[in-house]
């Protein structure tokens, strides 16, 4: 059994009720999903309240295949405040079923830093994806209905569709396919694909939303392809948007569960960050804006993808103003950076470790671009030595950033006090709102320029000829006013996943541009993006198992 899953599991949880009764949540606001889960209603929102309370963000360097804990310090880090007498909450995504099935394993922390119940998260949970999954498949459905029998008179060109279904796994074998053989009463003949759950852009809309009126009119707005004079067709001509919100009017709730401490976390919502916003929802941040006096949130991957995405998409967006960003790093990451093979990040190597820190203070660079002050923690891990921890924090003390270790997965709230004390500081000291990297009546193109020279650090931006046809179809559409969500590769501030470090002299290359127009966004594509990933050679799956009492083991 994994050492995570046997912490989480040797944790007797508290009652929901008593646990959201932390927060002032009555026990008849909660819908209650068994003893240890419920659901809270949209109507404890209070903007006035949240003006009043504090939003920090934890991101993190470019992390190495395995990630870099940023579930793990978040939660950690929630912990730390709660021990210090501050009244925290977290405010974290859902897990993926492929991640937990493949090669990385589950998303609810790590060691003595974990939210509960493990197992109930990592698997099915509320039913939240499984609702978005539904969601986006009706759509698809009712696309392959109006192409059969044309019954709205939207002459639909099957050559033209761009929605896709979707599947809550990694399953490399449905990336591409033909859909409506077997004759006419198939249906039309087409090609198509799945793309993995998290991927698709009612998962995103879920994300954005306010509420469900909002959620109806995004719905609506999504581009589903066009028609024989090529003419944009919309979900809402499909009459689509009722339906699918019938089947998110429970998905739209956010989920309250705990700490290993027992402190409040809303997990809501689940968007990777190299091809989507990358953060939990913005209804789920603004109920634990409006019940606690701290929250603390992640978004995903590198500050360059989730961080840059939180504040210039979703803050924008919901009117939030993060004052504090907590950047995580690990000795291991910045040896792998400095040029240290894989296989070779848990021997001691403080000159690799040195050479890394380029990656750490590029990320450091942008976020006090934002206008936000970062506060760096030191993830440890039981092979760094004092002379690596050394390194770093002499480094940051040089710069005049706080480096604080974060010992949250060894000693849960014990070992993020030191964390939580200098984020609130950096709290007491903040002066102002953040800045976005862009204005969001720029053209789109100026855009993405901003978002590549100054987050990224290339020399230019160049597109395609399909990526500069699909520019002049925006433009055409109206939809310039929109924010961009670039996707683009984890393992590197280029496009280019070879080049650790902080690259210079590169330029990115847009190769072509997707429209969520319901999400309210542009998703210009650099790179090759993998929206169904497939199963390793060795997947997690094959070690997990449950006995005859439903004790799950495998879990990580």
């Not at 002032?24 to 209603?41: F, S």
């Not at 949240?50 to 992390?63: G, M, Y």
């Not at 074998?173 to 249906?187: E, F, S, Y």
């Not at 991957?301 to 979703?314: R, T, V, Y």
Request: with cysteine; charged share 20%.
């Amino acid at each position: 059994m994994n050492i995570d899953l046997q912490i989480a599991q040797s944790v007797t949880p508290k009652p929901i009720r008593e646990v959201a009764g932390k927060l002032g949540i009555q026990e008849d606001a909660l819908e209650l999903y068994g003893k240890y889960k419920a659901k809270v209603p949209l109507s404890l929102i209070d903007d006035d309240k949240i003006k009043q309370h504090h939003l920090i963000l934890v991101t993190a360097i470019t992390p190495t295949p395995a990630g870099e804990g940023k579930t793990t310090v978040s939660i950690g880090l929630t912990e730390g405040l709660n021990k210090i007498g501050k009244k925290a909450a977290a405010a974290l995504r859902e897990p993926s079923l492929g991640p937990v099935f493949g090669i990385k394993g589950g998303a609810t922390g790590g060691g003595h830093s974990q939210v509960i119940p493990m197992e109930d998260i990592n698997l099915h949970f509320t039913g939240d994806f499984s609702a978005v999954e539904k969601a986006n498949n009706l759509l698809a459905a009712l696309i392959d209905n109006e192409l059969h029998h044309n019954s709205l008179g939207l002459n639909l060109d099957q050559r033209q569709i761009l929605w896709k279904r979707v599947m809550d796994m990694n399953d490399r074998a449905l990336r591409q396919n033909v859909l409506g053989l077997g004759g006419k009463p198939n249906g039309v003949p087409r090609e198509g694909g799945f793309d993995i759950t998290a991927a698709s852009e009612i998962m995103a809309i879920l994300c954005m939303s306010k509420d469900m009126t909002d959620m109806k009119e995004r719905f609506g707005n999504i581009l589903v392809g066009f028609n024989r004079s090529n003419e944009p067709v919309y979900a809402r001509q499909l009459k689509a948007p009722g339906a699918m919100a019938a089947l998110m009017k429970d998905a739209i709730k956010p989920n309250i569960v705990q700490t290993l401490e027992h402190n409040p976390v809303f997990i809501h919502g689940g968007p990777f960050a190299n091809i989507a916003q990358g953060t939990n929802s913005i209804i789920a941040t603004k109920t634990a804006l409006t019940l606690a006096d701290y929250v603390v949130t992640e978004a995903g991957f590198g500050a360059d993808l989730g961080a840059e995405k939180f504040l210039d998409i979703k803050c924008t967006a919901a009117g939030l103003n993060p004052e504090a960003v907590v950047i995580v790093a690990t000795i291991r990451a910045l040896k792998y950076h400095g040029g240290v093979a894989l296989a070779d990040l848990s021997a001691p190597n403080a000159d690799a470790v040195k050479a890394g820190l380029p990656n750490l203070a590029k990320h450091i660079e942008n976020i006090q671009g934002f206008g936000v002050q970062p506060i760096v923690a030191i993830n440890k891990f039981a092979f760094d030595t004092l002379e690596e921890i050394a390194v770093v924090q002499s480094y940051c003390d040089a710069i005049g950033i706080r480096a604080v270790e974060s010992d949250g997965w060894a000693k849960g709230g014990d070992g993020t006090k030191d964390l939580a004390k200098a984020v609130v500081e950096v709290i007491d000291q903040s002066n102002g709102a953040f800045t976005p990297t862009y204005d969001q009546q720029d053209e789109i193109p100026t855009k993405i320029e901003k978002v590549a020279t100054k987050i990224y650090g290339a020399d230019s931006v160049e597109y395609t000829a399909k990526a500069r046809k699909e520019l002049r179809k925006i433009q055409k559409l109206g939809l310039e006013h929109l924010p961009v969500c670039v996707a683009k590769t984890q393992k590197s501030f280029s496009d280019n996943p070879k080049l650790k470090g902080r690259p210079t002299g590169f330029n990115i290359t847009v190769k072509e541009i997707e429209i969520a127009a319901g999400a309210g966004f542009i998703i210009p594509i650099t790179g090759t993006m993998m929206r169904m990933p497939g199963l390793p050679k060795i997947p997690a799956a094959q070690n997990i198992d449950v006995d005859d009492n439903g004790d799950i083991t495998g879990l990580f």
